[in-house]
């Protein structure tokens, strides 16, 4: 049976105007046929897969960054679709996580291929999330960061905001409820990640998958902002929970509470505050992703 998909191509994405056609292409040499919507201004992906869903569609192809994905990503649990990455953002840190090649039409032909895999989201305040929810110095950066800058700088725009906010950036205390325990502490920033990369260029943990069954929460107990230049290659690589400094654990569920109300950020967007009340989502869509590698894993 041939393949019907309802395409959602994010144009205002960083690589949204680059010619999409040869990897659009491929899916239709594959037999897919492809119905794409151009969204309304204000329209999200999600308010898009909801009225058309009654259509016969079998999957949905999203073009775009990780904001176009989380933006779906309630609509993809309702329906139950299937969905493809076509990566056209900043970051694409989902792609990243599930291995799926930076290079849009090499990402379609993973897409046409057929493989899907179920994994797991991350849910902040009833608000889905595919890669990393944080408070603090996270989503101080992105709130600062405009979408023009990311489309201009790529991932240097995220180097450039966080050098500017570095020195600006100061302590807040906190109060972490987890597996029947309450920590009060001092943090200039607490993620919980479901995926492995997040922000450009940082890992959540070393050995995070988006189908791993847990969340990996990390918060940064540091007393100097330069700590955090010193803690940065740790970062990037997800070793960071060795720290003394820094409380990391897997958890499914927890809850983070502050003094005033702070920002979340989810998958790069400001989309809720604190009191902040975390879950595990476990394998509640699926991805086309690529073949397993020989070691028999597909991350």
């Given at each position: ?186 943090t200039i920033q607490v993620s919980v990640g479901n995926g ?104």
């Open positions: 049976m041939a393949e019907h998909a309802l395409l959602i191509v994010n144009r205002q994405a960083r690589n949204g105007g680059a010619a999409i056609d040869a990897a659009l292409e491929v899916l239709r040499q594959a037999g897919w046929q492809l119905a794409e919507h151009r969204c309304q201004p204000g329209q999200t992906a999600a308010e898009v897969i909801r009225a058309r869903a009654g259509e016969g569609f079998t999957a949905v192809i999203l073009g775009g960054g990780d904001g176009t994905l989380n933006a779906a990503a309630p609509a993809l649990i309702e329906t139950g679709l299937p969905f493809g990455i076509l990566p056209l953002g900043t970051a694409n840190d989902l792609a990243r996580s599930l291995e799926i090649p930076p290079d849009p039409v090499e990402a379609a032909r993973i897409i046409a291929e057929g493989r899907t895999r179920p994994i797991d989201l991350g849910e902040v305040n009833g608000l889905p999330f595919f890669n990393v929810a944080s408070i603090g110095f996270s989503a101080q950066l992105a709130a600062g960061l405009g979408r023009e800058e990311k489309k201009r700088w790529g991932k240097l725009g995220y180097a450039l905001a966080a050098f500017r906010l570095l020195r600006r950036v100061r302590p807040f205390t906190a109060w972490l409820a987890h597996d029947g325990q309450v920590e009060r502490i001092r492995r990369h997040y922000g450009g260029g940082m890992t959540v943990a070393s050995t995070a998958r988006p189908d791993d069954g847990k969340l990996d929460l990390y918060s940064l107990e540091l007393d100097h902002w330069w700590r955090l230049l010193a803690l940065l290659p740790a970062l990037r690589r997800g070793t960071h929970g060795q720290w003394k400094d820094v409380r990391a654990f897997p958890t499914t569920a927890c809850e983070v509470r502050t003094r005033r109300k702070m920002p979340v950020n989810t998958d790069g967007e400001i989309n809720t505050h604190t009191p902040a009340r975390f879950r595990l989502l476990p394998k509640v869509v699926k991805v086309f992703v690529p073949a397993p590698r020989p070691e028999g894993s597909f991350f």
